[in-house]
């Protein structure tokens, strides 16, 4: 079975006719989960990914006074896939979420300083949970641009610091619903899996394809074409080579 699938990428023709760079088709929806502040949906293949964003006030961290920050949970269901079931689904979630929060949670992604409230005392954090639906391989993908979606979606109220004669602060929130802040997602990245294959690399794998891969190495890249994020995965090794050729493609 694995040298079906080898002999298949070599000549950059897979199983179900797409060349080694092709993606599935793409499906996005927002605006899907009403008791959120943006959401999103996006289906990649037979991956199937639901992304809620909720913005809460909360205290900026103490390395970051003057920022807001991002948190985030994946939720892996058993009903995806059997694999996800107990405490593999856990830990790949847990993975999944550390993933991100590197990825997404840095001001060359995010402005994350208009997230701001009162240095020091408020900020607004979103937290984003990522729900997987039915998994059909290349889920780091689908999830980010699931993720961009729905933050290119959310609605944050408008607020406004109002100080008395004592000097005491208070934080007022807009009840127009369209009296909110809008978050430039423009140099949010998208997240790219290359599996490699034989002597071959693919994009989009499907959970076949990725049985057949030992090593595969993710990468971030945003809209200007600027690498911000790589990782290798997988059991298996690549040489120095392999991995500029890959990146080379995507760039």
């Not at 610091?161 to 140099?187: A, F, Q, W």
Request: glycine share 8%; charged share 25%.
């Amino acid at each position: 079975k694995q040298l079906f699938f080898v002999f298949f990428s070599q000549d950059d023709l897979r199983t179900d006719g797409r060349g080694c760079e092709d993606y599935r088709g793409i499906e996005v929806e927002t605006d899907v989960v009403s008791n959120t502040t943006g959401s999103a949906r996006v289906k990649i293949g037979h991956t199937d990914v639901l992304v809620g964003v909720k913005a809460e006030m909360a205290t900026p961290k103490l390395e970051r006074p003057c920022e807001g920050f991002l948190e985030f949970f994946v939720d892996c269901s058993a009903n995806a896939t059997p694999e996800f079931e107990g405490r593999g689904g856990d830990e790949l979630g847990t993975e999944i979420a550390n993933t991100l929060y590197k990825i997404f949670d840095n001001k060359s992604s995010i402005d994350l300083e208009s997230l701001c409230i009162l240095p020091r005392e408020h900020c607004w954090a979103l937290y984003i949970d990522v729900l997987v639906l039915q998994c059909g391989g290349n889920l780091f993908d689908t999830m980010s641009v699931g993720v961009k979606a729905a933050l290119f979606n959310t609605r944050i109220p408008k607020v406004s610091v109002l100080e008395d004669e004592t000097g005491t602060k208070e934080i007022e929130l807009s009840d127009d619903p369209y009296d909110c802040m809008r978050l430039n997602v423009e140099d949010v990245p998208c997240i790219v899996t290359l599996c490699k294959i034989g002597h071959r690399h693919v994009v989009d794998a499907t959970l076949q394809e990725e049985a057949c891969s030992l090593a595969s190495i993710l990468v971030a890249i945003n809209i200007k074409g600027t690498l911000t994020c790589m990782r290798k995965m997988g059991k298996g090794s690549l040489d120095p080579e392999c991995i500029f050729e890959m990146i080379e493609v995507k760039t």
